[in-house]
């Protein structure tokens, strides 16, 4: 079996947020020879996604942060997709970063679906409802992306807390993060 490689993409918008401290103490649990990968959309910057999916117009190979991440994506057996839940779905960046998807199907040479078959997507958020039904929109579009792109749904792993840090008292949030990526 192939070593597994985890790609970590960080949607929020504050940095060491409750999201990622959950997605962090979920990959504390990772085998030691696992390669993990973390990189912040904050640092990342991507363009608005323009379709370019007609004759007279075709996606390019990116360059800058968009080449990064795509080659990031397509390095990666696992892609975790850590975003806080921002208006009961996946943060702006987050879903910037998947709309690029769309245009990286399109990019000559890329082979970019084709990559994507296979690996596994998971979601880890934090939300500051006490219902986790409302997370439903957010690992909905997680799932779903996962389908299109014959990826494996790994889930998603649902923590709560609003100040910096509170997710760290949501017990059963971090008990579930230890055993999330097994």
């Known amino acids: 079996m192939a070593a597994r490689s985890f790609l970590f993409v960080l949607g929020s918008s504050r940095a060491g947020g409750n999201t990622e401290t959950l997605a962090r103490i979920a990959a504390e649990q990772l085998p030691a020879d696992t390669g993990q990968r973390w990189l912040s959309l904050r640092g990342l910057p991507l363009p608005d996604f323009e379709d370019l999916r007609h004759p007279e117009r075709r996606h390019t190979p990116p360059d800058g942060p968009a080449a990064s991440l795509l080659r990031a994506t397509l390095e990666a057996t696992d892609v975790v997709i850590a975003s806080p839940l921002y208006w009961y779905s996946v943060s702006s960046s987050t879903k910037r970063y998947l709309d690029h998807w769309s245009g990286w199907l399109e990019t000559p040479g890329a082979g970019f679906r084709q990559r994507m ?18 997370a439903e929109p957010l690992a909905g ?6 389908e299109y792109l014959g990826m494996r749904w790994g889930g998603v792993l649902l923590g709560n807390g609003t100040k910096p840090g509170d997710v760290r008292s949501d ?7 230890k055993v999330f990526f097994s």
């Open 141 to 146: 579009t997680l799932r779903n992306s996962a």
């Open 171 to 177: 017990t059963g949030a971090t008990a579930r993060a």
């Open 117 to 134: 078959a296979g690996k596994t997507l998971w979601g880890v958020t934090a939300l500051a409802d006490g219902d986790p039904a409302v």
